[in-house]
């Protein structure tokens, strides 16, 4: 029952900060703290969003933009990006030293793998210089594959070298870092001051030759802060012209934990995506590097593959050694999300820690994780006007229930499907690496892991060597959202009727986008400058896609489904579970209060969950006859609570056990007819509840709504309530004044309250003056009562 302490409780706890009028029927002081752990989470450790940094904060980032050397060879065939400060303790050469990132034909022979080689050896027919340092040693480290390194770097066509020099698709790998072991780094000449004379790589004939005369990269390693700290290397940005997703994927992955992201630009030109890169440079909180076409000397453009990716994410990797302890490695249309079951719901941080605990016990042989990657199938949907204002990320909110070989998956064996027979189903798949379409997190503060080139879905494409150094973590720890299906659209009918699963991401990652964009004028202004009609990548089509678990007519009952979090859950599972045959699957299901572990006894329940029915009288239901869900087939029966979870258990009543909602005799329940059904409910924090009531009932019970006019003779006995409100439009005019709206009323739905304390105010009173056992609405009645009867 509510006493007056908690109703003094209720006065202190939602004060007008809390108080979001718009939104009914939500857990506004979880989201409080939620935006508040969120909030601090992205702020620990990194550059703060006005852009001013804190003690860990990456001292490697500069604001300004970021142009690279782009040196061509003599010969036209080799691009040198950069050049960087190596450091590497531990090791028998130098503590640091010098390094080119460079892609294309050099002059350099293999040794193949042999009897005398355990590994094939690259020999540079070229060497380095800088300064006085004249034709010293250059070691080369090429990119691995599935083939042999001279398979890949002299890679032919029809007997013939293809006439692009660089990196291409088809597994032509000629990135490379050329190691300058031997060059010793002095930073400042007699004066003082800093100076980096050029870098000149050539051959001893002269005919291939490349200067690099840009500053050294020398990025400062940072003291290692209490948490694991993650900067995101974006692929290279080509073809999109819109800025909503681009400014929502920035905003994800800064609200999911990430502390910096590299951009690396390709042709993103349209002014209104230069204004977004260079409101985020200055929130010092990206590093925008020119990748264009113009600016590489035409090495970025095709067939260089997908405008030098492999050189953009290496370059990442060399720029942020020693700075953070993860990078992750993706695409525009790949998001990252970590557990979504923890406090910090969808934070990067879990996946570092997975990871991180995989290196630690490996004794460091663990340089890297792969992730699974989920393909968010809702993408296709068609949008419509209901969806303006509303973010893309929230919109996509399916995925694919289960991978489909051959596009993101590869399978070993195939046989009947177990939920249906007549059709056919990879028994046992392989998503490891691209077979996957996975993507990688590599460890970027171990400085004695040497730098290597990088490639797409792993660390190299040498997957036997892959499998030593990398681990693949757990899925809901950390994994990618692939807005992408292209696989799926090849195959005729496929996405027309595919089967999704819920794929939400989590709700307080969402506000703090919203509200982020809000919080710049400049973001605010061209995000809701006009309506997005979705993903510029993808042409939506008609669909009547199944939600995993709804049962079709030709179904078994007994179908699989598959919970929140991908662990494949039978029927008859949860039917035990809820029965108490069963329990619930350790390390899955995330309880603050898992079943059966409350220390209290049924006599001592029953003295806590007392009501009197003579004081409560108006709490009780007024029919000993009330409606329940009712499942049949698995002999349960649900008793609704408002505010308590109804909805979402009716819902799951329905489609996951196939029940009816009926008229029952509440005390009949457990005996005679009724003896054999399993009876629950779900409740709720008392606390938590009452806002939830409250927000319900005032919506309800507005003088806007049927029933509760003047005109239908309604007195509402907390009439201070609505003073002044005589429409919905009147309320509204309050928590969504005109002057604070971008575009029309529609975006009130979907921000949080701007009143001045009005509504904060009549709440507060109503709180003091209720005396707790007179509720105005069924959504303010207590549980306990709606649990028994007088009878």
Known sequence: AISSLLLAQVHVAFSTEHLHSSHHGSDMDQEVIYGYLVDNLNKRGGKSRTGSSSSSSSQEQPTATVKHA???????????????????????????????????????????????????????????????????????????????????YFKTQNGKRDNWAFSGNGDKFRTMIVFCDELEYQTQDGNGSVKDPPLILSSPDQSFSVKIDTPIVAPIPQKQPPQLTAVHCLTPLYGLKEPHW?????????????????????????????????????????????????????YTQNPTYEHAKWTASTDCLLRTRGVYDYALLGDIDEVWLGDTASISAGNVGSGLVA???????????????????????????????EHKGQLLLRRYDRSEAQPHCPGNCKCNRYGPDPNDPTKKACLDMDRRYAFGRQKYIVNTRDLSIEPRPLFTHAISRDYDEMDNIMAIIPEQSLHVRHYQGHWLARQEGLLENLEERDAAIPE??????????????????????????????????????????????DSP?????????????????????????????????????????????????????????????????????????????????????????SSTARFMMETKFGAKEEAKNLNELGTGSLAHYNVFTFIRDPLSRFFSQYDEAYARTGPWQRGYRKEDGYTHPAAFLFEGFNSYQDYEEVFCPPETRKTDRKECTFRETQENGTLAARFERYVWEYDGVSPFDIHLHLQVPLLSHPA
């Open 70 to 152: 782009f040196a061509r060879s003599t010969d036209g065939n080799f691009i040198a990006v950069d050049r960087y400060l190596v450091r590497r303790p531990n090791s028998d050469l130098q503590q640091h030293t010098i390094a080119v990132l460079g892609d294309g034909l050099a002059p350099l022979h293999i040794e193949p793998k042999d009897a005398s080689n355990a590994e094939a050896v690259v020999h540079a027919d070229f060497t380095c210089s800088m300064g006085s340092q004249q034709n010293t040693k250059a070691r080369v480290v090429l990119m691995k594959g599935h083939k042999t390194l001279e398979e890949h």
């Open 246 to 298: 681009v400014i929502e994927y920035m905003e994800h992955h800064l609200a999911a934990g990430v502390e910096h992201l590299h951009i690396y630009n390709y042709n993103l030109f349209e002014a209104s995506l230069m204004k977004i890169f260079e409101e985020y440079q200055r929130q010092g909180v990206i590093t925008y590097h020119d990748w264009s076409n113009e600016g590489s000397g035409r």
């Open 355 to 385: 990871c991180q605990q995989e290196h630690d016990n490996s004794h460091g042989k663990i340089i890297g994780c792969g992730v699974q990657s989920s393909t968010i199938s809702s993408v296709y949907n068609k949008m419509t006007s």
């Open 508 to 553: 307080q990652i969402l506000n703090t986008i919203t509200s982020r964009i809000q919080q710049s004028a400049i973001l605010d202004q061209i995000y809701h400058a006009k309506f997005s009609k979705g993903v510029e990548w993808i042409k939506p089509i008609d669909r009547s896609p199944v939600l995993v678990g709804q049962r079709k007519k």
């Open 557 to 645: 009952k007994t179908s699989i489904s598959a919970d929140e979090d991908g662990v494949p859950v039978e029927n008859e599972l949860a039917v035990n579970i809820v029965r108490g045959t069963a329990s619930l699957p350790v390390n899955k299901t995330d309880l603050k209060f898992r079943p059966g572990i409350l220390p209290v006894n049924t006599t001592e329940g029953l003295k806590l969950c007392h009501a009197d029915p003579m004081v409560y009288k108006k709490h009780f239901r007024r029919s000993i006859r009330d409606k329940v869900s009712v499942a049949e087939d698995h002999k349960l029966i649900y008793i609704m609570l408002p505010k308590s979870g």
